[in-house]
C-alpha cells in the first residue's frame, strides 16, 4: 500500500475513534464531541469532566451525578444558577428553560447569559466573568438526576452547542 494511501485510511479510522467517543456511567451511555478533551473529574460528584477549547477561551463541559433524591430540586438548581448570572446592568439574568422527551426520560433544559460568578452556594462566589454561557441539561432517571453541564466563554459554548445537543439527546440506556 502506498504511504498516502495508508495515511489517508489512518486519519479515517482516527476520525472514526474519535466521532464513536462516549460517556458511560450508571448504565447510561452518550456521545462526546471528538474535540472535547476528557480530564479527571474534580470531584467525587463529577462522572466526566471535558475541556473545550474555543478560540476567545476554553469553556469546561461536566457530567455530574448526586445519587438518588440528592442534589437538589430542578427548580432549585435553576434558582442557584440564575443567581450566579447577571446581565450588564446588574440585574439577574433569565434563564432559558425547556422540558422535554430523550429516550423515555424527562429532561429540564436551562440556557444562562451574562456575568457568571460560578460557585457551589446560591449567589456569585467566585470570579465574575462577563460573556459567559451555560447550557444545562438534567436528565431524571430511576436512579437520580444526571446533570449535564457546558460552561464558559460565549464564543467557545456556542461553538459546541450542537455537540452538546449531540449529546444530551443521545443519552440512553446502555446496551
Request: include cysteine; aromatic fraction near 8%.
Amino acid at each position: 500500500m502506498k504511504p498516502l494511501a495508508i495515511f489517508l485510511l489512518m486519519l479515517s479510522c482516527a476520525g472514526a475513534l474519535a466521532q464513536n467517543a462516549r460517556f458511560a456511567a450508571l448504565g447510561f451511555v452518550a456521545p462526546v464531541p471528538s474535540q472535547w478533551e476528557a480530564q479527571a473529574p474534580a470531584s467525587n460528584f463529577r462522572l466526566a469532566q471535558y475541556r473545550v477549547p474555543g478560540t476567545s477561551g476554553d469553556a469546561e463541559s461536566v457530567v455530574f451525578y448526586f445519587g438518588r433524591g440528592q442534589g437538589g430540586s430542578v427548580a432549585a438548581n435553576i434558582q442557584r444558577w440564575s443567581s450566579q448570572f447577571s446581565t450588564t446592568d446588574g440585574r439577574s439574568a433569565e434563564p432559558k428553560t425547556q422540558v422535554i422527551k430523550v429516550n423515555g426520560l424527562p429532561v429540564t433544559t436551562v440556557e444562562l447569559n451574562g456575568t457568571y460568578a460560578r460557585g457551589v452556594g446560591t449567589g456569585p462566589q467566585g470570579e465574575a466573568r462577563p460573556n459567559q454561557t451555560l447550557l444545562v441539561a438534567v436528565i431524571e432517571t430511576a436512579d437520580g438526576n444526571v446533570t449535564l453541564q457546558l460552561h464558559g466563554p460565549r464564543a467557545t459554548v456556542a461553538a459546541h452547542r450542537k455537540g452538546f445537543d449531540a449529546m444530551v439527546r443521545g443519552f440512553r440506556k446502555q446496551g
